[in-house]
């Protein structure tokens, strides 16, 4: 008994129709993968710029014109901020608890810090360039925790 010809074509256009869709689920799903590590690298700089501005105020110097681009500066940071809490939150919300808490602790910390470098007296020289007494460790576990969720958000089997 031959199978008729139409048969076969059906067949084949079935087959072909679900390695199509298949290809554009996966392709779809790459692609949106890709905007999110975007996202999450990111945030993570974001932070990283964040916490940067405890030394940066520290070594200002002494002339007051390192304050307004300092302040400036560290507002088009915050904005950042809020953006990629914003977004993870749209985009990933299973991370996005990780990052609220790791962005709390590092204005927490890092923000102190930052307040603190503003009441000491500017930079006089090279010496004060070396900061020895701030220290970041404590937000380690924060960061391990963001990076964690991170990725298994972007697993194959999340």
């Known amino acids: 008994m031959t199978t008729p010809v139409w048969e ?5 256009a079935f087959v072909a129709a679900a390695v199509s869709l298949g290809t554009l689920w996966w392709n779809t799903r790459q692609t949106r993968l890709d905007r999110q590590r975007a996202v999450f690298a990111g945030a993570f700089a974001a932070v990283a710029d964040y916490r940067e501005f405890s030394f ?11 304050r307004s681009m300092i302040h400036r500066d560290l507002s088009k940071v915050q904005a ?6 914003a977004m993870i939150q749209v985009e990933a919300p299973s991370v996005a608890e990780a990052y609220s808490e790791l962005l709390a602790a590092t204005r927490r910390i890092a923000g102190a810090e930052i307040s ?8 006089q020289g090279d010496n004060d360039m070396h900061i020895r007494d701030i220290d970041m460790s404590a937000l380690s576990p924060f960061e391990i925790a963001f990076l964690d969720a991170a990725g298994r958000h972007l697993s194959l089997r999340p």
């Open 8 to 12: 076969s074509a059906l067949v084949a």
């Open 56 to 66: 940066i105020v520290r070594r200002r110097d002494s002339t007051g014109a390192d």
């Open 80 to 85: 950042a901020l809020h953006r990629y809490e």
């Open 116 to 123: 603190k470098g503003w009441d000491l007296p500017p930079a």
